[in-house]
């Protein structure tokens, strides 16, 4: 079954306190990869588009990777505005068609 | 420039009322998505307008639920016959387009409407 796995389902991180995200993929012929952030009451707000295993993508603190199964979100050093949920989603070709599939997301909260 | 827009941003309605949700996607693009986002839970796909073509509605839940997209712009959701399982946000989403592999495929989002059926 094609599935987007995200994990874990909620951190909790000091600030300055160094983590990572991950987005697991179970779909085959991926077109594409993509990490969004979302703030309470808000849209998703794009940040990384991922197309190939061992690309990467920066962005002030937030570092993605890309492996054949799976994509991390690396936070270094975080602040308090980053705290928000992270969401990954997978662009896949299947049964002639392109697909979409979100994961349920990561909420990251971190404190001062 | 102007982000995608969505109206109302929140509507309350009765059960069995019929409600439509307005969403202006950015200027130029041609792809338009709708999902739908309930309490704590992630994105559920509903359908994709892509310029010209027939849309994908194959998320849509029921015959309740259709969407129509005017002159390539505008796109309207309408529910009929509300039901308590149908409060959720809604969200639209434009791209440039959605090519495979092509730059210009990430979704910009708009805010959201929220819709609570009582």
């Known amino acids: 079954e094609d599935q987007v796995t995200q994990s874990p389902e909620a951190l909790r991180l000091q600030e300055g306190e160094s983590s990572s995200l991950n987005c697991s993929y179970t779909v085959s012929g991926l077109r594409g990869l993509f990490w969004y952030r979302q703030d309470p009451g808000k849209g998703p707000e794009f940040l990384f588009t991922?197309?190939?295993a061992g690309e990467e993508k920066e962005k002030e603190r937030l570092k993605a990777t890309l492996t054949k199964k799976e994509s991390f979100l690396h936070i270094t050093a975080p602040k308090p505005e980053d705290s928000a949920t992270y969401l990954c989603?997978?662009?896949?070709?299947?049964?002639?068609?392109?697909?979409?599939?979100f994961g349920a997301g990561t909420r990251l909260a971190v404190h001062p | 420039g102007a982000g995608v827009s969505q109206s109302p941003s929140n509507k309350v309605t009765e059960k069995g009322k019929d409600v439509e949700l307005r969403c202006d996607p950015i200027?130029?693009?041609?792809?338009l998505y709708w999902y739908r986002q309930s309490l704590g839970q992630g994105l559920e796909f509903l359908i994709y307008?892509?310029?010209?073509?027939?849309?994908?509605k194959s998320g849509l839940p029921s015959d309740r639920f259709s969407a129509e997209r005017t002159g390539g712009s505008v796109s309207t959701l309408t529910i009929q016959r509300t039901q308590q399982e149908d409060s959720a946000v809604y969200l639209c989403?434009?791209?440039?387009?959605?090519?495979?592999?092509?730059?210009?495929?990430?979704?910009?989002f708009g805010p959201g409407t929220r819709l609570t059926v009582t």
């Open positions: 989603a997978v662009r896949y070709f299947s049964g002639g068609y392109n697909k979409l599939i």
């Open positions: 200027s130029g693009h041609t792809a």
């Open positions: 307008f892509q310029g010209n073509s027939a849309p994908d």
């Open positions: 989403a434009s791209s440039r387009n959605t090519n495979p592999g092509h730059k210009g495929f990430e979704q910009y």
């Open positions: 991922l197309y190939s």
